[in-house]
């Protein structure tokens, strides 16, 4: 018995190690291979973005928040005199670090011209339970991994979350690292027809951009109905989710954060920043409304310490109460169409400040008639 | 749980520490402790059904204690019929209430009437066709007196539940597994090793083999009205592959787990696809079940003592009632009745028995005419599986229709291509070790390859593995 156990302990090491070791040899040596792990959604949103790249000199990323809240087509009309013409990169589920993976491959592109890239801040909440997503796996590597160890340890994080998110990212790592799904990769995620006709939609009319109550509109895919009218209805039900949201987020700005340095993730930030600037791009970090509870307590305290020419804040709710109403909430964590109308008036004026640019207000027929705009377009699409 | 699930990584690791150092000493309490792990890896799917489990074991444990007290044929008759009632009935609720509702408003349509019926939203407990015959095996062969019965029911539970064959078995005899339970165990360095290497490759199966075919077997039975007919020939193959792969790799998982804790559960696939003919491959496919059908019901029937007639109607039954076994869907049924079909030639020409032993034996090829055989009862088998895997009789002859007519000898989709290598290597690591109860038994092979095997399997399992997908024999 003792020996028995004696030689799987040994061997079980020698394997982890040697695996290991050939695991990190691969994946050094491995084409890049982002079309074939990213979400089929974003790979046809990238690739029509950089086949068109000398026309857009503006981009967002992000996550739904990004994808479903920003209108490209309104935020142009809004910032046309400064030349602006804009896509959205954003996808459901994209967060650090794969925005931040987004971010870099569009700096070494040589075919896309920006100028600028607002990018949605968002926790480093990088596996969630997907650790053995291709995506994420994708983007996991020993630089990474030490630095999501580093960030948790100096965030301002309670000590039971710190865990849960050690473990993940451990989980994630070892899990590469030990060459579990490395065959994966090297096939691309299928293509569902639902996902192909979103992104022939969003790559003609929208520009990237898919309110949810839109693709409601226009999904024949029956359980996307009636996940969305779920939400829909789950927001209805409740509307005291919005209220309290709103009292969290009036709360961060007097709220003293333990552990606030976040030097780790700021540094980070900052070193994305000096790399875009080398490239003549201007990175602008945006704090989105509606974050959760666990998102706004880790990510505020590093949009506090960023610079006031680097930011944007659209998650007061006295300034801007339009992103927390009933009537302009599709779910309780995004934006219907009208709603994402005024999100993208609210996002260029804040950009424009930026800029140096000067805003001309948006009139209430402006955001109605791009509602009614985005309308047609999706019904013509259709 | 799932055998290729990071939950039993952790509980295999933890019952197996415990049950050699905490509760080897103690029969009684190692039993208990056998049936409260066994409890907790079956309840992970679903708890509710624990209590199924449970009733199941305790009608016929009390019914074998009650068989034993009794020699009144008319009572032993009796007390059969009852545990039989409960079984069957319990299995024919959860399995087959539907179909036979369905069926039944079917048939009514058909003579231009309908019929107002109410399906009900049944859940079918994992694994309950292999623990109701298990139990039902237990209480033929107590009334038979082939068998005592157990007077010690923390035992019997661990038999009917003992984790590693519980859901997809094998399907264990209580002549075999029982006694085993009384015994106390020493732990056998070997035995403990050889289980090691058939659980890797049971895994290897499952995970490489059988995961990989059925992307691409998903993929064609989707789309097989559009796609050529060698591709569908691809896929009839590759699905052969898949349901071998995954079945027989939960069959080695299962007894190579057992091994682990000094227990010998019986062979259930011996390399049926290097069978010369049909008779042969059902000698070597789901072999607990085939033979539990044989004891069961073919020789109570009669067997082959009969006549001509019998041996065909005998045969045919218990194809039919197997195919039915695997689902109450008319596709398993249409399956099973194709299977009695191959088989009947052989049975009335006398030659069912003729292909006895391991092919090419001490040869290292076979010849021309075993290969020959070998391919012909390989293509037959593969337009069965055609009907297993489709959804309804009309798809399977649908499918059949366009992979002989529609563009049969077309190039067929690249990216199977890529497959077939990996395919072909399974099939003559197989084909060397034939001989072998499993495939992965390396014997006296010098330290350095052996381990390097080990160490290339266990990497090509963590390459493929990625998505826990079920066994497919899970349903059944």
């Known amino acids: 018995m003792k020996k028995f156990l004696q030689k799987i302990i040994i061997y079980s090491t020698i394997y982890f190690i040697s695996a290991f070791a050939i695991t990190t040899v691969v994946y050094h040596y491995l084409p890049d291979n982002y079309d074939l792990v990213e979400d089929p959604y974003l790979i046809s949103k990238l690739n029509y973005f950089t086949a068109h790249g000398n026309e857009y000199n503006t981009v967002f990323i992000g996550s739904s928040l990004t994808m479903r809240h920003i209108n490209p087509v309104l935020f142009d009309s809004l910032t046309t005199t400064y030349g602006i013409n804009s896509y959205n990169l954003g996808l459901p589920g994209m967060r650090p670090f794969r925005t931040y993976d987004l971010v870099n491959r569009l700096l070494n592109n040589k075919s896309v011209q920006l100028q600028y890239i607002l990018l949605e801040l968002n926790q480093l909440d990088l596996i969630q339970s997907n650790y053995n997503n291709k995506s994420i796996m994708y983007s996991m590597d020993h630089e990474k991994f030490l630095f999501s160890i580093r960030s948790t340890f100096d965030s301002n994080l309670a000590w039971i979350k710190k865990c849960f998110y050690l473990f993940q990212y451990l989980r994630a790592y070892l899990y590469k690292y030990s060459g579990f799904g490395l065959f994966h990769l090297l096939h691309p995620l299928p293509i569902s027809d639902e996902v192909t006709k979103a992104n022939v939609l969003m790559q003609e009319h929208t520009e990237g951009f898919y309110a949810k109550d839109f693709e409601l509109r226009n999904t024949t895919n029956d359980n996307i109905k009636e996940g969305y009218l779920a939400e829909n209805m789950e927001l209805l039900e409740d509307t005291s989710v919005i209220s309290k949201n709103i009292e969290l987020q009036i709360s961060k700005y007097g709220q003293k954060y333990l552990h606030e340095k976040q030097s780790i993730y700021l540094e980070f930030l900052g070193n994305l920043r000096s790399k875009s600037k080398k490239k003549n791009v201007e990175i602008i970090f945006v704090l989105p409304p509606r974050l959760s509870e666990t998102a706004t307590n880790s990510i505020y305290p590093v949009y506090k310490k960023l610079d006031i020419n680097q930011k944007i804040d659209l998650s007061d709710p006295k300034k801007f109460p339009e992103f927390y109403t009933v009537q302009n909430s599709f779910d309780i964590n995004h934006l219907n169409s009208k709603g994402s109308n005024f999100y993208t008036s609210y996002l260029a004026q804040q950009f424009l400040r930026i800029i140096g640019g000067k805003y001309k207000k948006a009139s209430k027929n402006t955001i109605d008639q791009s509602i009614t705009s985005n309308s047609v377009t999706l019904v013509k699409a259709q | ?476």
């Not at chain 2, 990071?6 to 049936?35: D, G, H, M, Q, S």
């Not at chain 2, 038994?441 to 493929?464: C, E, M, T, W």
């Open chain 2, 1 to 476: 749980m799932l055998f290729n699930s990071i939950e039993f990584a952790i509980f295999l690791p933890t019952v197996f520490i415990l049950y050699w150092f905490v509760f080897k000493e103690n029969i009684k309490n190692r039993n208990f402790f056998l049936v409260a792990v066994s409890y907790i890896f079956y309840g992970w799917w679903d708890w509710r059904f624990l209590s199924l489990i449970f009733f199941s074991s305790l009608v016929d444990y009390t019914i074998g204690v009650r068989l034993n007290k009794t020699d009144g044929p008319n009572h032993r008759k009796v007390l059969l019929i009852l545990s039989l009632v409960v079984n069957l009935g319990l299995l024919g609720f959860f399995k087959y209430y539907n179909f036979f509702v369905d069926s039944f408003a079917d048939a009514f349509t058909l003579f231009g009437s309908s019929l107002e019926t109410r399906s009900l939203n049944i859940v079918l407990p994992v694994g309950i066709s292999f623990y109701t015959f298990q139990t039902l095996s237990y209480t033929i062969d107590v009334y038979r007196k082939q068998l005592k019965p157990t007077h010690d029911f923390i035992a019997f539970l661990a038999f009917v539940s003992f984790f590693p064959q519980l859901v997809a078995g094998p399907i264990e005899r209580a002549t075999n597994l029982l006694p085993q339970f009384f015994t106390k165990k020493v732990f056998n360095y070997q035995l403990a090793h050889d289980g090691i290497g058939q659980i890797i490759w049971g895994l290897f199966k499952k995970v490489v083999i059988a995961d990989t075919a059925a992307t691409f077997v998903n993929d064609i039975f989707a789309n097989y009205e559009t796609l050529p007919g060698s591709t569908l020939f691809l896929g009839g193959v590759l699905f052969a592959f898949q349901i071998y792969g995954d079945f027989s790799g939960y069959s080695d998982i299962a007894i190579g787990t057992a091994k682990l804790f000094g227990f010998s559960l019986m062979r259930n696939f011996a390399y049926p696809y290097f069978s010369r003919d049909i008779a042969e491959f059902w000698r070597r496919w789901h072999i607990s079940l085939s033979t539990w059908f044989r004891d069961y019901v073919y020789i109570p029937l009669g067997g082959s003592r009969g006549g001509k007639w019998m041996k065909v109607r005998n045969t045919m039954t218990i194809f039919i009632v197997s195919g039915f076994w695997h689902g109450a869907n008319w596709t398993f049924l249409f399956w099973g009745f194709l299977n009695g079909l191959y088989f009947l030639p052989l049975l009335l020409a006398g030659k069912n028995r003729k292909n006895i032993g391991n092919v090419s034996n001490g040869r290292s090829l076979p010849s021309i005419i075993e290969f020959l055989q070998i391919l012909f009862t390989f293509f037959i088998t593969v337009i069965a599986w055609i009907f297993f895997r489709a959804e309804n009789i009309g798809q399977a002859f649908t499918y059949l229709n366009r992979m002989f007519f529609i563009r049969p000898l077309s190039q067929p989709d690249s990216e199977i291509l890529l497959f077939l290598p990996l395919l072909l290597i399974f099939i003559v690591i197989e084909w060397i070790q034939r001989n072998k109860e499993h495939a992965f038994r390396l014997g006296n092979l010098h330290p350095v390859p052996k381990y390097s095997a080990y160490f290339l399997i266990i990497f090509l399992i963590s390459g493929f593995s990625g998505s826990q997908n079920e066994f497919i024999y899970f349903q059944f």
